[in-house]
Protein backbone atom coordinates (compact mmCIF):
# COMPACT_ATOMS: atom_id res chain seq x y z
CA UNK A 1 0.00 0.00 0.00
CA UNK A 2 0.99 3.36 -0.91
CA UNK A 3 2.35 5.38 1.69
CA UNK A 4 0.11 8.26 3.71
CA UNK A 5 2.90 10.37 3.41
CA UNK A 6 2.22 11.91 0.06
CA UNK A 7 -0.88 13.49 1.23
CA UNK A 8 0.68 15.58 3.84
CA UNK A 9 0.08 19.18 3.27
CA UNK A 10 3.36 20.84 5.05
CA UNK A 11 6.48 19.80 5.87
CA UNK A 12 8.80 20.44 8.63
CA UNK A 13 12.16 20.32 9.84
CA UNK A 14 13.20 20.42 13.41
CA UNK A 15 15.67 21.24 15.93
CA UNK A 16 15.96 18.32 17.00
CA UNK A 17 16.64 16.28 13.08
CA UNK A 18 12.73 15.26 13.12
CA UNK A 19 11.27 15.81 9.92
CA UNK A 20 7.43 16.30 10.49
CA UNK A 21 4.98 15.91 8.10
CA UNK A 22 1.48 17.55 8.63
CA UNK A 23 -1.90 16.76 7.10
CA UNK A 24 -4.29 19.71 7.91
CA UNK A 25 -7.46 18.09 6.94
CA UNK A 26 -7.23 15.37 9.22
CA UNK A 27 -4.94 16.93 12.15
CA UNK A 28 -2.85 14.66 11.75
CA UNK A 29 1.41 14.74 12.66
CA UNK A 30 3.67 11.73 11.54
CA UNK A 31 7.04 12.31 12.60
CA UNK A 32 9.92 10.42 10.19
CA UNK A 33 13.11 9.80 12.34
CA UNK A 34 15.42 6.91 13.71
CA UNK A 35 14.61 8.02 17.13
CA UNK A 36 16.72 5.79 18.81
CA UNK A 37 19.51 7.27 16.97
CA UNK A 38 19.19 11.07 16.75
CA UNK A 39 21.39 13.53 18.02
CA UNK A 40 21.62 17.34 17.96
CA UNK A 41 24.40 17.71 15.34
CA UNK A 42 20.70 16.05 12.77
CA UNK A 43 18.93 19.39 13.67
CA UNK A 44 17.44 20.12 9.85
CA UNK A 45 18.85 23.44 9.06
CA UNK A 46 17.63 23.74 5.44
CA UNK A 47 14.99 22.19 3.38
CA UNK A 48 13.90 21.89 -0.56
CA UNK A 49 11.97 20.00 -2.77
CA UNK A 50 14.11 17.32 -4.86
CA UNK A 51 11.76 17.60 -7.99
CA UNK A 52 8.89 19.24 -9.44
CA UNK A 53 6.54 16.61 -8.40
CA UNK A 54 7.17 17.30 -5.12
CA UNK A 55 7.90 13.33 -4.52
CA UNK A 56 11.19 14.08 -2.78
CA UNK A 57 11.86 16.42 0.56
CA UNK A 58 15.82 17.32 0.58
CA UNK A 59 16.78 17.69 4.32
CA UNK A 60 19.97 19.41 5.20
CA UNK A 61 21.37 18.51 8.96
CA UNK A 62 23.94 20.37 11.12
CA UNK A 63 26.78 17.82 10.77
CA UNK A 64 26.56 18.46 6.67
CA UNK A 65 24.60 15.43 5.77
CA UNK A 66 21.95 15.80 3.00
CA UNK A 67 19.05 13.44 3.19
CA UNK A 68 16.65 12.66 0.74
CA UNK A 69 12.98 12.02 1.85
CA UNK A 70 10.90 9.96 -0.43
CA UNK A 71 6.68 11.23 0.50
CA UNK A 72 5.85 7.86 -1.73
CA UNK A 73 7.53 5.45 0.38
CA UNK A 74 7.51 7.77 3.44
CA UNK A 75 10.51 6.71 4.22
CA UNK A 76 14.35 8.14 3.88
CA UNK A 77 16.22 6.83 0.65
CA UNK A 78 19.26 8.25 0.60
CA UNK A 79 22.00 9.62 2.51
CA UNK A 80 24.67 12.26 0.92
CA UNK A 81 27.60 13.13 3.08
CA UNK A 82 28.05 17.26 1.57
CA UNK A 83 30.56 18.46 4.85
CA UNK A 84 32.76 21.03 3.58
CA UNK A 85 33.27 24.58 4.76
CA UNK A 86 32.17 25.77 8.30
CA UNK A 87 29.07 26.24 9.85
CA UNK A 88 25.36 25.03 9.13
CA UNK A 89 23.30 24.90 5.78
CA UNK A 90 21.81 28.96 4.96
CA UNK A 91 21.02 26.94 1.60
CA UNK A 92 19.42 24.02 -0.48
CA UNK A 93 18.34 23.57 -4.53
CA UNK A 94 18.85 21.64 -7.15
CA UNK A 95 19.97 22.72 -10.31
CA UNK A 96 20.51 20.11 -13.67
CA UNK A 97 20.00 16.48 -11.44
CA UNK A 98 22.75 18.07 -9.17
CA UNK A 99 22.38 19.18 -5.32
CA UNK A 100 23.51 22.89 -4.89
CA UNK A 101 24.73 24.14 -0.87
CA UNK A 102 25.63 26.80 0.90
CA UNK A 103 26.83 27.18 4.54
CA UNK A 104 27.73 29.75 6.38
CA UNK A 105 31.63 30.21 6.06
CA UNK A 106 30.59 31.09 2.26
CA UNK A 107 30.95 27.70 0.40
CA UNK A 108 28.64 27.51 -2.27
CA UNK A 109 29.06 24.43 -4.35
CA UNK A 110 27.24 22.31 -6.84
CA UNK A 111 27.71 18.18 -6.29
CA UNK A 112 27.97 16.86 -9.80
CA UNK A 113 26.31 12.98 -9.09
CA UNK A 114 29.43 10.69 -10.71
CA UNK A 115 32.08 14.39 -10.76
CA UNK A 116 35.11 14.40 -9.16
CA UNK A 117 34.88 18.33 -10.51
CA UNK A 118 32.36 19.79 -8.18
CA UNK A 119 31.67 23.74 -8.69
CA UNK A 120 32.81 25.77 -5.63
CA UNK A 121 31.96 29.09 -5.34
CA UNK A 122 33.07 31.38 -2.25
CA UNK A 123 30.15 33.99 -1.80
CA UNK A 124 31.41 35.95 1.15
CA UNK A 125 31.74 34.76 5.04
CA UNK A 126 28.81 34.78 7.51
CA UNK A 127 25.77 33.80 5.35
CA UNK A 128 22.38 33.96 6.21
CA UNK A 129 20.57 32.90 3.28
CA UNK A 130 21.07 31.15 -0.10
CA UNK A 131 17.77 31.36 -2.61
CA UNK A 132 17.37 29.79 -6.13
CA UNK A 133 15.34 31.83 -8.90
CA UNK A 134 12.47 29.32 -9.61
CA UNK A 135 12.50 30.47 -13.25
CA UNK A 136 15.99 30.41 -13.65
CA UNK A 137 17.22 28.10 -11.84
CA UNK A 138 21.01 28.36 -12.63
CA UNK A 139 20.55 31.99 -10.42
CA UNK A 140 21.36 32.40 -6.92
CA UNK A 141 21.41 34.94 -4.72
CA UNK A 142 23.61 34.91 -1.36
CA UNK A 143 23.68 37.45 1.52
CA UNK A 144 24.27 37.82 4.60
CA UNK A 145 25.93 39.80 7.74
CA UNK A 146 28.20 42.24 5.97
CA UNK A 147 27.99 40.63 2.87
CA UNK A 148 25.00 42.00 0.44
CA UNK A 149 23.16 40.59 -1.94
CA UNK A 150 24.78 38.66 -4.84
CA UNK A 151 22.93 36.67 -7.29
CA UNK A 152 25.47 34.09 -9.29
CA UNK A 153 25.34 32.26 -12.21
CA UNK A 154 26.09 28.58 -12.29
CA UNK A 155 26.93 28.64 -15.67
CA UNK A 156 29.44 31.14 -15.15
CA UNK A 157 30.71 30.76 -12.00
CA UNK A 158 33.90 33.35 -11.58
CA UNK A 159 32.12 36.68 -10.52
CA UNK A 160 28.57 37.55 -9.47
CA UNK A 161 26.28 38.91 -12.39
CA UNK A 162 25.00 41.38 -9.47
CA UNK A 163 26.37 42.88 -6.80
CA UNK A 164 24.21 45.50 -4.28
CA UNK A 165 25.34 48.49 -3.59
CA UNK A 166 25.19 50.06 -0.03
CA UNK A 167 22.37 52.33 0.47
CA UNK A 168 23.76 56.31 0.93
CA UNK A 169 24.74 57.18 5.08
CA UNK A 170 22.05 58.16 7.47
CA UNK A 171 21.19 61.30 8.07
CA UNK A 172 24.13 61.50 10.96
CA UNK A 173 26.36 60.72 7.69
CA UNK A 174 26.99 57.59 9.09
CA UNK A 175 27.67 54.55 6.92
CA UNK A 176 24.41 51.69 7.09
CA UNK A 177 25.28 48.44 8.42
CA UNK A 178 24.31 45.47 6.16
CA UNK A 179 22.57 42.06 7.19
CA UNK A 180 20.96 40.50 4.70
CA UNK A 181 18.43 37.43 6.38
CA UNK A 182 16.54 36.58 3.63
CA UNK A 183 15.74 36.76 0.06
CA UNK A 184 13.01 36.00 -2.50
CA UNK A 185 13.21 36.48 -6.11
CA UNK A 186 9.73 38.07 -7.56
CA UNK A 187 8.80 36.01 -11.26
CA UNK A 188 8.20 37.09 -14.40
CA UNK A 189 10.59 39.66 -13.62
CA UNK A 190 14.55 40.42 -13.03
CA UNK A 191 14.05 41.55 -9.49
CA UNK A 192 14.08 40.26 -6.23
CA UNK A 193 12.99 41.40 -2.57
CA UNK A 194 15.03 40.98 0.67
CA UNK A 195 14.80 41.31 4.53
CA UNK A 196 17.59 42.72 6.76
CA UNK A 197 18.10 41.98 10.73
CA UNK A 198 18.20 45.84 10.51
CA UNK A 199 14.15 45.51 10.41
CA UNK A 200 14.18 46.65 5.90
CA UNK A 201 12.57 45.49 3.61
CA UNK A 202 14.53 45.99 0.43
CA UNK A 203 13.64 45.53 -3.45
CA UNK A 204 16.56 45.18 -6.17
CA UNK A 205 16.01 45.23 -9.90
CA UNK A 206 19.10 43.78 -11.31
CA UNK A 207 17.96 44.68 -14.84
CA UNK A 208 18.54 48.77 -14.07
CA UNK A 209 21.84 50.31 -13.73
CA UNK A 210 21.12 51.02 -10.55
CA UNK A 211 22.75 48.40 -7.99
CA UNK A 212 20.63 50.32 -4.45
CA UNK A 213 17.43 49.45 -3.88
CA UNK A 214 14.64 50.35 -6.08
CA UNK A 215 12.00 50.23 -3.05
CA UNK A 216 12.36 50.09 0.69
CA UNK A 217 10.02 49.65 3.60
CA UNK A 218 10.13 49.39 7.39
CA UNK A 219 8.51 47.11 10.07
CA UNK A 220 8.82 47.51 13.27
CA UNK A 221 11.79 47.73 15.13
CA UNK A 222 12.93 43.94 15.84
CA UNK A 223 15.42 42.15 13.33
CA UNK A 224 13.58 40.53 9.90
CA UNK A 225 14.07 36.38 9.55
CA UNK A 226 12.16 35.25 6.99
CA UNK A 227 10.39 36.55 3.73
CA UNK A 228 7.77 35.04 1.10
CA UNK A 229 6.13 36.26 -1.89
CA UNK A 230 2.32 35.90 -2.24
CA UNK A 231 0.69 33.92 -5.55
CA UNK A 232 0.07 37.32 -7.23
CA UNK A 233 4.15 38.88 -6.34
CA UNK A 234 2.38 41.86 -5.41
CA UNK A 235 2.69 41.47 -1.56
CA UNK A 236 5.46 40.40 0.37
CA UNK A 237 5.04 38.53 4.10
CA UNK A 238 7.49 38.82 6.70
CA UNK A 239 8.40 38.14 9.87
CA UNK A 240 10.93 38.97 12.97
CA UNK A 241 12.49 37.79 15.74
CA UNK A 242 9.31 38.91 18.19
CA UNK A 243 6.96 36.40 16.63
CA UNK A 244 5.16 39.47 14.33
CA UNK A 245 4.37 38.46 10.66
CA UNK A 246 3.14 41.61 8.18
CA UNK A 247 1.96 41.63 4.97
CA UNK A 248 3.53 44.90 2.80
CA UNK A 249 2.28 46.27 -0.63
CA UNK A 250 5.45 45.80 -2.98
CA UNK A 251 3.99 48.48 -5.42
CA UNK A 252 3.85 51.02 -2.52
CA UNK A 253 5.74 50.03 0.04
CA UNK A 254 3.89 50.30 3.02
CA UNK A 255 1.91 48.12 5.78
CA UNK A 256 -0.95 46.12 4.85
CA UNK A 257 -1.77 44.13 7.74
CA UNK A 258 -0.47 42.15 10.35
CA UNK A 259 -0.87 38.67 12.00
CA UNK A 260 -1.55 38.32 15.66
CA UNK A 261 -1.27 35.57 18.24
CA UNK A 262 2.91 34.42 17.91
CA UNK A 263 4.74 33.89 20.64
CA UNK A 264 8.33 33.68 19.52
CA UNK A 265 10.66 34.49 16.72
CA UNK A 266 9.88 33.25 13.51
CA UNK A 267 11.81 30.92 11.30
CA UNK A 268 10.36 30.47 8.19
CA UNK A 269 7.66 31.56 6.17
CA UNK A 270 6.29 30.23 2.90
CA UNK A 271 2.91 31.43 0.70
CA UNK A 272 0.95 29.08 -1.38
CA UNK A 273 1.59 29.08 -4.84
CA UNK A 274 -1.88 29.51 -5.53
CA UNK A 275 -4.26 29.42 -2.60
CA UNK A 276 -4.34 32.83 -0.44
CA UNK A 277 -2.69 30.93 2.41
CA UNK A 278 0.42 31.36 4.28
CA UNK A 279 2.37 29.14 6.86
CA UNK A 280 4.74 30.30 9.13
CA UNK A 281 7.06 28.22 11.96
CA UNK A 282 9.49 29.43 14.67
CA UNK A 283 10.81 29.01 18.15
CA UNK A 284 7.23 29.01 19.81
CA UNK A 285 6.56 25.58 17.90
CA UNK A 286 3.39 25.91 16.67
CA UNK A 287 2.78 25.10 12.59
CA UNK A 288 0.03 28.34 11.51
CA UNK A 289 -1.55 28.55 8.30
CA UNK A 290 -3.51 32.09 8.41
CA UNK A 291 -5.71 33.15 5.25
CA UNK A 292 -3.51 36.61 3.96
CA UNK A 293 -7.11 37.84 2.33
CA UNK A 294 -8.46 38.10 5.90
CA UNK A 295 -5.63 37.27 8.28
CA UNK A 296 -8.04 34.64 9.72
CA UNK A 297 -6.09 31.49 11.67
CA UNK A 298 -7.12 28.79 9.38
CA UNK A 299 -5.10 26.26 11.50
CA UNK A 300 -2.89 25.63 14.39
CA UNK A 301 -0.74 22.85 15.13
CA UNK A 302 1.70 22.16 18.15
CA UNK A 303 4.47 20.58 17.12
CA UNK A 304 6.49 20.12 20.40
CA UNK A 305 9.90 21.04 18.75
CA UNK A 306 11.20 24.34 18.08
CA UNK A 307 11.20 24.55 14.07
CA UNK A 308 13.72 26.10 11.49
CA UNK A 309 11.94 25.78 7.91
CA UNK A 310 9.11 24.66 6.38
CA UNK A 311 8.11 23.43 2.77
CA UNK A 312 4.44 24.17 1.80
CA UNK A 313 2.77 21.77 -0.68
CA UNK A 314 1.79 23.37 -4.18
CA UNK A 315 -1.69 20.98 -4.24
CA UNK A 316 -5.23 22.42 -4.67
CA UNK A 317 -8.54 21.27 -3.98
CA UNK A 318 -8.03 20.33 -0.37
CA UNK A 319 -11.21 20.16 0.32
CA UNK A 320 -11.93 17.34 -2.64
CA UNK A 321 -8.58 15.42 -0.71
CA UNK A 322 -10.65 13.12 1.47
CA UNK A 323 -12.89 11.31 -1.07
CA UNK A 324 -9.31 10.93 -3.49
CA UNK A 325 -7.90 9.42 -0.17
CA UNK A 326 -10.73 7.23 1.15
CA UNK A 327 -11.02 6.02 -2.62
CA UNK A 328 -7.37 5.53 -3.21
CA UNK A 329 -7.39 3.34 -0.05
CA UNK A 330 -10.10 1.51 -0.79
CA UNK A 331 -8.90 0.36 -4.52
CA UNK A 332 -4.99 -0.52 -2.46
CA UNK A 333 -6.61 -2.56 -0.01
CA UNK A 334 -8.92 -4.38 -2.56
CA UNK A 335 -5.37 -5.04 -4.70
CA UNK A 336 -4.34 -6.24 -1.86
CA UNK A 337 -6.90 -8.73 -0.60
CA UNK A 338 -6.86 -9.70 -4.28
CA UNK A 339 -3.38 -10.46 -3.95
CA UNK A 340 -4.05 -12.68 -0.88
CA UNK A 341 -6.19 -14.34 -2.09
CA UNK A 342 -4.55 -15.37 -4.91
CA UNK A 343 -1.36 -16.78 -3.46
CA UNK A 344 -3.54 -18.66 -0.52
CA UNK A 345 -2.98 -22.50 -1.15
CA UNK A 346 -6.71 -24.53 -1.36
CA UNK A 347 -7.42 -26.64 1.80
CA UNK A 348 -8.49 -29.68 1.54
CA UNK A 349 -10.59 -31.55 3.72
CA UNK A 350 -8.74 -34.95 4.71
CA UNK A 351 -11.66 -36.53 6.54
CA UNK A 352 -14.42 -35.57 3.69
CA UNK A 353 -11.98 -37.32 1.28
CA UNK A 354 -11.05 -39.98 3.52
CA UNK A 355 -15.20 -40.95 4.20
CA UNK A 356 -15.87 -40.55 0.71
CA UNK A 357 -13.21 -43.23 -0.40
CA UNK A 358 -14.76 -45.46 2.24
CA UNK A 359 -18.00 -44.95 0.73
CA UNK A 360 -16.56 -46.12 -2.64
CA UNK A 361 -14.56 -49.23 -1.60
CA UNK A 362 -18.23 -50.08 0.01
CA UNK A 363 -20.37 -49.43 -3.04
CA UNK A 364 -18.18 -51.77 -5.28
CA UNK A 365 -17.83 -54.70 -2.81
CA UNK A 366 -21.88 -54.55 -2.72
CA UNK A 367 -21.85 -54.44 -6.53
CA UNK A 368 -19.41 -57.49 -6.59
CA UNK A 369 -21.94 -59.37 -3.81
CA UNK A 370 -25.01 -58.45 -5.72
CA UNK A 371 -23.12 -59.84 -9.56
CA UNK A 372 -22.50 -62.98 -7.83
CA UNK A 373 -25.58 -63.95 -6.65
CA UNK A 374 -27.38 -62.84 -10.25
CA UNK A 375 -25.02 -65.29 -11.53
CA UNK A 376 -25.50 -68.06 -9.38
Given at each position: ???????????I??????????????????????????????E??????????????????L?????????????????????????????????????????????????????????????????????????????????????????????????????????????????V?????????????????T?????????????????????????????????????????????????????????????????????????????????????????????????????S???????????????????????K?????????????????????????????K??????????????????????????
Open positions: MASPARWNHVWGAETGILKGVNLHKKQTTNYAELTTLSRDQVCAMCWGDDQESEVLVGCNGTVKTFSTEKGKFTEFQDCSGGEGPFQGLAMYDSSLVTCVESGLLKVWKEGSPDNVEINVGRDVCKMRQNPTKREYMATGGKENDLKIWDLQRPEIPIFKAKNVRNDWLDLRPVWVRDMQFIPDSDRIVCTGYHQVRVYDPSSPQRRPVLEATFEEYPLTAVSLTSDANYVVVGNTHGQIAVIDLRKGKLVKCFKGFAGSIRSIQCHSSLPLVASCGLDRFLRIHNIDDKLQHKVYLKSRLNCLLFTSRENWEEDIVISADCAEEIKEEDDEIWDTMKTVVDNKTKRKTEHQKTETTIKKKLKKIKHN
